[in-house]
């Protein structure tokens, strides 16, 4: 490999990487949920992060940028992502999803939280389930997402999606063998 290669690569992910940006979600007559830079009548508005402050081009040291940001993010929060289960991750046979939303700081009184199970709302989710499980599902693809909103501000946050798979063990070849 030339030595000047992963320079390029390096300054190819500083110019990109610290943008932000707004992105505008939108579930149409199907159930299928769209995402575009363009604003469509009835979509959501979701603010994407960005990369650290050095990117942003602030000197380095310098972290008043990196604490303008964290009170900058839409609805105060510094942390909202979810971390169960993890992107790509699969499952196996009747094996239980673990869901787990992390939120720092802690979900404000008067939020809610609504989820989005391959674009259609789970319904069965109090309005501040950070923590479920999903029993048995059939074998596929699966995306979730979480959204907080904020009836005072009018004001919501969507989290990054998460695919996760579900695989059913076949006859011929099975996933776990009885001892």
Do not use: C
């Not at 990196?66 to 929060?77: C, R």
């Not at 391959?118 to 059939?138: I, V, W």
């Not at 076949?170 to 063998?177: A, G, I, M, T, Y």
Request: no cysteine; charged share 20%; glycine share 8%.
């Amino acid at each position: 490999m030339h030595p000047w290669r992963p320079w390029i690569l390096l300054a190819g992910l500083a110019a990109f990487g610290g943008q932000a940006a707004v992105v505008y979600k939108w579930t149409d007559a199907d159930g299928v949920v769209h995402y575009s830079d363009q604003s469509v009548p009835g979509a959501e508005k979701i603010y994407t992060a960005g990369g650290t402050s050095a990117a942003r081009g602030s000197a380095p040291g310098d972290s008043s940028s990196a604490t303008d940001t964290k009170k900058e993010a839409p609805l105060g929060y510094t942390e909202f992502a979810i971390t169960s289960p993890t992107p790509e991750q699969t499952f196996f046979g009747d094996e239980v999803v673990a869901v787990n939303l992390t939120l720092d700081p802690a979900l404000k009184p008067d939020q809610t939280i609504t989820w989005h199970l391959n674009g259609k709302e789970l319904s069965d989710q109090g309005p501040t389930a950070a923590h479920f499980a999903l029993p048995r599902l059939d074998r596929g693809a699966y995306v979730i997402a979480a959204t907080i909103t904020d009836p005072a501000s009018g004001e919501s946050r969507t989290s990054d999606s998460v695919t996760f798979y579900v695989r059913q063990p076949s006859e011929l070849s099975p996933q776990h063998k009885n001892p």
